[in-house]
């Protein structure tokens, strides 16, 4: 499966040790955690809810790095909390935190969420079909969490000094929503 990450060009696409800065699926010092989108509009639908953008103007500004990383196939496990705790806001965070403990306490490495940047129905691609539309199918987002080493992950750096389209300020689930 080939998933999605953007990131900040002046660091690699993934973390190497526990320094990572806590997030959703993971406390501090509790990484290395990757984080992944399976679409590349929920990859900067992550970065838009994280970064509280919500003005297509600030667009402007964004230069980051889309990298494109096989992972193998999507992991069978999923994450065991309510679809509300999934996507809420940071105070959700420690609930997350737990229930990923409990998926690595049972030797889990990698599960899947339902993404807490993208509406449901906000993952959807493109047609060409008397120029471009959207594309009829909409799905919702996942996020794919891996724990441990990314020396075996192998990442093709997509766009450099990219920013998303104003377009998908639609579909993001902000913070304050």
């Avoid at 493109?126 to 075996?152: E, M, Q, T």
């Amino acid at each position: 499966m080939i998933v999605f990450r953007q990131v900040d060009a002046r660091y690699p696409f993934l973390w190497e040790d526990a320094s990572q800065p806590a997030g959703r699926w993971h406390a501090a010092g509790e990484g290395p955690a990757h984080y992944f989108a399976d679409t590349p509009d929920g990859a900067w639908a992550e970065f838009l809810r994280h970064e509280e953008i919500t003005d297509p103007v600030d667009l402007a500004t964004i230069r980051r790095q889309l990298w494109s990383v096989e992972i193998g196939g999507l992991p069978a496990e999923t994450a065991r909390v309510p679809r509300s705790i999934a996507t809420g806001s940071p105070e959700t965070y420690p609930a997350c935190h737990q229930a990923a403990r409990e998926l690595r306490a049972r030797g889990v490495s990698a599960f899947v969420a339902p993404s807490a940047a993208l509406k449901p129905g906000g993952a959807r691609g493109w047609v060409v079909r008397d120029g471009l539309k959207p594309a009829a199918r909409a799905r919702d987002g996942r996020v794919i969490v891996l724990f441990g080493s990314p020396h075996d992950l192998v990442g093709w750096m997509a766009a450099d000094r990219a920013s998303p389209s104003a377009e998908l300020f639609d579909r993001v689930h902000h913070f304050r929503d």
